[in-house]
């Protein structure tokens, strides 16, 4: 079954630690993106990608960083985590014939001590 | 630059009442979409419109787009409680030739709450 996956879905973790956060997508999308949402808040993007190889900086500043290496894969990555940091953070995907309409995986909750 | 504007931001209402949630936009796009979002959760395609006049239907809500208005409705027909979610509009942002730009500009989003 197509379909976005994001791992871990749950992440505590203490101040100074490098963390990745996984994003896969079955669906054979060229489109990636990473958001950032604080709870009850409005998204943020962060990151995006139009294919291999291609990374944009989002709308919102971040000190993470991404790649994208493999069409089906986008990891995020924050080389040193803060307070700052703590956040739910969405992956989205979208392809030529789906048009522009984003596909959610289920978020990665990430909490820095 | 393309902006999108959600009212109301926030919304109580009774069950069985009706209301409509309002998505407004700055610039030219005719593709526009509609998200569900629960508590702690991710975000849920409900609808997904693309052209002048296109209208959708699902249950108790239903999404009109007005290109030349540059307004989208989503309205909420009856409210049950399980309708109580965070709402989003996505706007495309479309180039000069009409390609996609690939990226959604999304609304702040309208938190509804209805009560029994």
């Known amino acids: 079954e197509a379909d976005i996956y994001q791992t871990p879905r749950y992440l505590v973790i203490g101040t100074g630690k490098k963390i990745t956060l996984e994003c896969s997508q079955t669906?054979?999308?060229?489109?990636m993106y990473w958001y950032q949402q604080d709870p009850g808040m409005e998204l943020h993007l962060i990151h995006y990608?139009?294919?291999?190889?291609?990374?944009e900086k989002g709308d919102l500043s971040s000190e993470s960083t991404v790649s994208r290496i493999r069409t089906e894969h986008f990891p995020l990555t924050l080389e040193s985590a803060r307070p700052s940091h703590t956040s739910q953070y969405l992956c989205?995907?979208?392809?030529?014939?789906?048009?522009?309409?984003?596909?959610f995986g289920p978020g990665t909750r990430l909490t820095v001590t | 630059e393309l902006k999108v504007e959600q009212n109301p931001l926030f919304l109580s209402m009774q069950e069985g009442k009706n209301y409509t949630i309002y998505c407004n936009y700055s610039?030219?796009?005719?593709?526009l979409y509609w998200y569900r979002q629960d508590p702690g959760k991710s975000l849920e395609s409900l609808f997904v419109?693309?052209?002048?006049?296109a209208v959708k239907q699902e249950g108790r809500l239903m999404a009109s787009l007005d290109t030349k208005a540059r307004l989208s409705t989503l309205h909420i027909t009856a409210a049950v409680h399980d309708l109580s979610a965070t709402y989003f509009c996505?706007?495309?942002?479309?180039?000069?030739?009409?390609?996609?730009?690939?990226?959604?500009?999304f609304g702040k989003g309208t938190k509804l709450s209805v009560k029994p």
């Open positions: 989205a995907s979208s392809g030529p014939w789906g048009g522009s309409e984003q596909y």
């Open positions: 669906m054979g999308h060229d489109k």
């Open positions: 990608s139009y294919g291999v190889n291609s990374t």
């Open positions: 610039t030219t796009s005719d593709r």
């Open positions: 419109l693309l052209s002048n006049g």
């Open positions: 996505a706007v495309d942002l479309l180039l000069n030739y009409g390609g996609s730009q690939g990226n959604l500009i």
